[in-house]
C-alpha cells in the first residue's frame, strides 16, 4: 500500500474545486436571500412608503372618542382671610370629537412629495446595493 502525501495547496485547490461545482444561478440567490444589505433594503423602501401614507393621512378627517374624570376636595374659602369650608367637585365627560382639516395651506404638498423622494431614494439604493453585489 503507498500512501502520497498531500499538500496544503491541494487541498485549497480541491475545496476551490467544491465552491465552484455550484451554479452561479445558485450563488446568486444565496446571495439574495442572506446578505444583511439586501434584506434591510427592501424593508427600508416599504418604511419609507408607510411614511407618504402617514403623511397623506396627516391631511384627512381625523375621529377620536374622548373622555375625562376629575374630583376635586380642596376646601374653597369665599376670600382671604374668611375660613375655607369642605367643598368637593366631580367632572366627567365622555365624547366623540371630528378633526377636519379644510385649508392648510399649500404646506401639504411638501411633505408628502418629501416623502415621496425619501422612497425612490430608498429604490436607488436597492438597486445599487443589488448592482454592487452581482456585477
Not at 500500500?1 to 450563488?27: K, Q, W, Y
Request: proline residues 6%; glycine residues 6%; neutral net charge.
Amino acid at each position: 500500500m503507498v500512501s502520497t502525501p498531500m499538500n496544503c495547496t491541494a487541498l485549497v485547490c480541491i475545496a476551490h474545486a467544491a465552491i465552484f461545482e455550484r451554479s452561479i444561478g445558485d450563488l446568486l440567490r444565496e446571495a439574495k436571500r442572506s446578505h444583511p444589505s439586501i434584506i434591510a433594503a427592501p424593508a427600508q423602501v416599504e418604511v419609507a412608503a408607510a411614511k407618504v401614507r402617514e403623511t397623506r393621512d396627516q391631511g384627512c378627517a381625523n375621529v377620536q372618542f374622548v373622555g375625562k374624570y376629575s374630583e376635586n376636595n380642596r376646601p374653597a374659602s369665599l376670600g382671604f382671610g374668611i375660613p375655607t369650608f369642605p367643598a368637593t367637585g366631580h367632572e366627567w365627560y365622555i365624547g366623540v370629537q371630528v378633526t377636519i382639516p379644510f385649508f392648510k395651506g399649500f404646506t401639504r404638498n411638501c411633505p408628502v412629495c418629501q416623502a415621496e423622494a425619501q422612497v425612490e431614494e430608498q429604490r436607488v439604493e436597492l438597486d445599487k446595493i443589488v448592482q454592487a453585489l452581482f456585477i
